[in-house]
């Protein structure tokens, strides 16, 4: 069975451009959520989607947006760069919405704002 | 908020010896608690986790019981090896959804 897939692995942008991330879900997972890492912040909870829908959100400015698609694929984009979007991204997969199950993780895509 | 404290790193040890990661919570309600480790280069990876009160988790040796009197989730395991070494991180999820709350992350280091 395939984990998560993140693509892509790494990325270089410049400040004021904007990247489009993509996570692949286990199969038949329909929770995806996305977290951002930093050595100065540790783990951030960016937003979750469920059935195409945003469920929750986390403290994070209006420049970062996501969506998912009908096969539960996600996408988080980060419009007008700045140097502090400098991170891991991480998305995770459940198999539903309690609170109970495992969180799968992605390998990440690493983000440098240069 | 939710928030989860953990204690801070580099935790060096030699091989064999004892290990006990300290993880306290602040939470309202009944959440589930859960322990991952992050190897380096790697996504995260359940290592454990307990659903309500009093209930252990454990799996490769690694043990944390669900203290909800000392909103605990102590992390211990009786003999470490080198390969335990990466980056552990008590998480808890205290609604519905997808929402983990992590605490800071411990920096394991195993020496043989």
């Known amino acids: 069975k395939a984990g998560v897939t993140q693509t892509p692995r790494y990325l270089i942008k410049t400040r004021g451009q904007q990247v489009t991330l993509s996570c692949s879900p286990i199969s038949g997972h329909r929770s995806v959520s996305w977290y951002q890492q930093t050595p100065g912040q540790g783990l951030q909870f960016l937003f979750e989607y469920f059935s195409e829908t945003q469920r929750n959100k986390g403290n994070f400015p209006g420049r970062f947006s996501g969506r998912q698609f009908s096969n539960s694929r996600s996408e988080m984009n980060v419009s007008t760069l700045e140097l502090g979007d400098s991170a891991l991204y991480l998305c995770?997969?459940?198999?539903?919405?309690?609170?109970?199950?495992?969180?799968?993780f992605g390998q990440g895509t690493r983000l440098t704002v240069v | 908020g939710d928030s989860v404290t953990q204690m801070e790193g580099p935790v060096t040890l030699s091989e064999e010896a004892f290990l006990t990661i300290n993880c306290t919570y602040t939470?309202?309600?009944?959440?589930?608690l859960f322990w991952y480790v992050q190897y380096p280069g790697e996504g995260l990876q359940l290592l454990l986790k307990?659903?309500?009160?009093?209930d252990k988790g454990s799996n490769k040796g690694f043990e944390a019981t669900y203290r909800k009197e000392t909103t605990s989730f102590h992390l211990e395991k009786g003999s470490v090896q080198v390969s335990d070494s990466a980056v552990y991180f008590c998480?808890?999820?205290?609604?519905?959804?997808?929402?983990?709350?992590f605490g800071g992350g411990t920096r394991l280091m195993v020496k043989p």
């Open positions: 307990a659903t309500k009160a009093d």
């Open positions: 998480a808890l999820n205290n609604n519905a959804g997808n929402m983990l709350t």
């Open positions: 939470a309202t309600g009944y959440p589930s």
């Open positions: 995770a997969s459940r198999l539903t919405r309690d609170r109970g199950l495992e969180a799968f």
